[in-house]
Nanobody, 125 residues
C-alpha cells in the first residue's frame, strides 16, 4: 500500500508560479510511474503530466506543455510539479497518482493504482 500526500497548492495571480509536491510512503516509490491530474468544478478529471520510475521519460497534456515541469527525487520519495505562467483555467484540485508499472508515462487515470487527496490551486485573473 502506498500513501500519497500533496502539498504546495494555494492562491496565485495569473502569470505566477507554484511548486506542488507529492510525498509517498513505502519503499517501492522508485519503481512507480507517477502522474499528476486535476479536476475543476463541474469538469471531469484531466491528465496533467506523468514521469516514469527512473525519471527518464515524461509526458504532458498539451494545455500545460512548456509551462509545467514534472520531476521526481527518488531519494526523498517525492514527485514535483513546477507550474509557471499560470492561467485562470489552471484552477483545479491537483492530485498525484502512482502506477505500479514504472516504464510508461501515460495519461490513463484508470491504470493508476494509488491516489492522493489533492491540493487546491486557484489562479486569479
Amino acid at each position: 500500500q502506498v500513501q500519497l500526500v500533496e502539498s504546495g497548492g494555494g492562491l496565485v495571480q495569473a502569470g505566477g508560479s507554484l511548486l506542488l509536491s507529492c510525498a509517498a510512503s513505502g519503499r517501492t516509490f522508485n519503481s512507480y510511474t507517477m502522474g499528476w491530474f486535476r479536476q475543476a468544478p463541474g469538469k471531469e478529471r484531466e491528465f496533467v503530466a506523468a514521469i516514469t520510475s527512473n525519471g527518464g521519460s515524461t509526458r504532458y497534456a498539451d494545455s500545460v506543455k512548456g509551462r509545467f515541469t514534472i520531476s521526481r527525487d527518488n531519494a526523498k520519495n517525492t514527485v514535483y510539479l513546477q507550474m509557471n505562467s499560470l492561467k485562470p483555467e489552471d484552477t483545479a484540485v491537483y492530485s498525484c497518482a502512482a502506477d505500479r508499472q514504472g516504464y510508461w508515462a501515460h495519461p490513463a487515470p484508470n491504470l493508476y493504482d494509488y491516489w492522493g487527496q489533492g491540493t487546491q490551486v486557484t489562479v486569479s485573473s
